[in-house]
């Protein structure tokens, strides 16, 4: 896009059309801003535009703030960099902090009518960093009730519709920040992911979304910092590099959180992705050797995209760990039970939220006060183990490679997908069990697109990393996008 120079005086409009700006790559963006090519007040307007034309068929972005507001943020911005001044990489972008993790000044329901209307006071820590570095927050991207299941729907704000069949699911739980990506609502957008939540509305919208490996991004701070392992915050994007340009504001250590890591520092995410791939292994992990259900057509959908990785000069080769799935799969459950019972379990023991609670999460905490601390531990001792068996493949493999998503998105009026292929679901998320192996380990997991199915529905493919390779994962997964156009594939509704 050709652009006019920046005045000398201050921010003024190019007259670039809002389509032309909202294409751009968030890594062109900042750019354009920090050069004055593009004042903040136009790129607002130029999303505000987009959320006007594309928002009400898929109901991604909720909780829209005043407009004037907005604008007068906007200004503040472009006055900003008129004195010189940036606040950082994201300055003066729209951005729609999910609505689970507090944002201050703004109403925080996590999905659910208990907390309707409530306003928070602080920021979670990945918002306080997206705000600090300029970022500008014009609602909340959509999440189902306390981000339970896969895919976006509650009594609060309604469902959120798939970015490439609005009457398909957009996956859960940022389901609101996947489709506000895939259909340039937002340039960027921040998630979170317990069971798949970053990397099920990745698959389902065909754009990448990357659960960060244990400590690399704060999540939180809540009321316990020691024991939660499982919900990590990370980024979502069109492409690699725009991913790594918010991870590089969201990592790094904070000490209101013990468990997050002192590394090197963040802005070398947005270093130099380019690394020669030639001999490196990936092992497949597929289905698990038949444990996993799948729908027809998804698992010989993502198969297809391996070729990507041979393309790049990968090996790979299929691999099957010696472990017994069934029974990573109950220590899954009981760990997920007993860390979300002991969050929110005061709702369930108060009549009147009870009343209000749904059958999920009542069914979440009524199996965590059944557990015992001897099943507990016995859970986390099945988890290290699991943790063991992957750090033996990767000695063998630099890089595992599994489905995103064991369907493709469904329809958006189910609650969930009862059966996968004639095999009964016995819960409410046995239908997303792909994603647990990395979530049991805690390693690094880069949700990516795997093209399009039988139907003509997107499906992903996940990649997964050794502990806190987090780096690594980021630049495979630049090669991969560079072979694979997957991503390049927009939305009809963008047509």
């Not at 903040?40 to 959320?51: K, N």
């Not at 996956?171 to 960027?188: D, I």
């Not at 393309?311 to 990573?328: A, K, M, N």
Request: net charge negative.
């Amino acid at each position: 896009m050709l652009l006019k120079p920046a005045s000398p005086t201050g921010a003024r409009a190019t007259g670039a059309p809002s389509s032309d700006i909202v294409a751009l790559e968030a890594t062109a963006l900042s750019r354009a801003i920090h050069a004055r090519e593009l004042s903040c007040a136009e790129v607002l307007d130029a999303y505000l535009a987009q959320i006007d034309r594309l928002n009400p068929k898929v109901n991604a972005i909720v909780a829209l703030q005043d407009r004037d507001a907005l604008r007068r943020l906007a200004a503040e911005r472009d006055a900003q960099l008129a004195r010189g001044e940036s606040l950082g990489l994201l300055h003066g972008f729209p951005q729609a902090p999910k609505d689970i993790m507090p944002a201050a000044g703004m109403v925080t329901t996590r999905g659910s009518p208990i907390f309707s209307g409530r306003v928070s006071t602080t920021d979670a820590v990945v918002f306080e960093r997206m705000r600090r570095g300029g970022a500008i927050f014009i609602g909340r991207s959509n999440s189902p009730e306390f981000g339970l299941g896969g895919h976006t729907y509650n009594p609060v704000y309604g469902t959120t519709r798939n970015a490439f069949d609005p009457s398909r699911s957009a996956g859960g739980s940022s389901g609101g920040a996947g489709v506000a990506v895939a259909l340039r609502l937002l340039p960027l957008a921040d998630g979170s992911d317990m069971m798949g939540s970053l990397r099920t509305p990745s698959a389902f919208n065909n754009v990448y979304g990357l659960r960060t490996s244990v400590g690399c991004v704060p999540h939180g701070p809540t009321e316990e910092v020691f024991f939660q392992q499982f919900s990590v915050a990370g980024p979502m994007a069109r492409n690699i590099p725009d991913l790594a340009l918010l991870l590089s504001v969201q990592a790094g250590f904070d000490p209101r959180l013990p468990l997050t890591r002192r590394q090197d520092d963040p802005a070398a995410f947005t270093g130099a992705l380019e690394r020669d791939f030639r001999g490196a292994r990936i092992g497949w992990l597929g289905d698990l050797g038949g444990h996993l259900p799948t729908e027809p057509g998804l698992l010989g959908t993502c198969a297809q995209a391996l070729r990507h990785f041979e393309t790049i000069g990968c090996t790979v080769e299929p691999v099957l760990p010696d472990f017994d799935f069934e029974r990573l799969w109950r220590a899954w459950i009981d760990l997920r039970s007993f860390s979300f019972t002991g969050a929110n379990a005061a709702l369930y023991h108060d009549p009147a939220t009870r009343a209000l609670l749904k059958p999920e999460a009542v069914w979440e905490i009524e199996r965590g006060l059944r557990l015992s601390g001897q099943e507990v531990y016995r859970a986390a001792s099945e988890r290290s183990a699991w943790y063991q068996v992957l750090r033996g493949l990767f000695e063998q493999f630099d890089f595992l490679v599994m489905p995103a998503a064991q369907v493709f998105p469904f329809d958006a009026g189910l609650d969930w997908p009862h059966a996968i292929d004639g095999r009964a679901m016995d819960t409410y998320h046995r239908w997303m069990q792909a994603v647990v192996p990395a979530t049991m380990a805690g390693l690094p997991a880069l949700a990516a697109p795997a093209g399009f199915g039988p139907g003509g529905l997107p499906a992903g493919i996940q990649i997964i990393g050794p502990a806190q390779a987090d780096a690594a994962v980021l630049e495979i997964g630049h090669a991969y996008d560079q072979a694979s156009g997957h991503a390049r594939v927009p939305s009809p509704l963008l047509a």
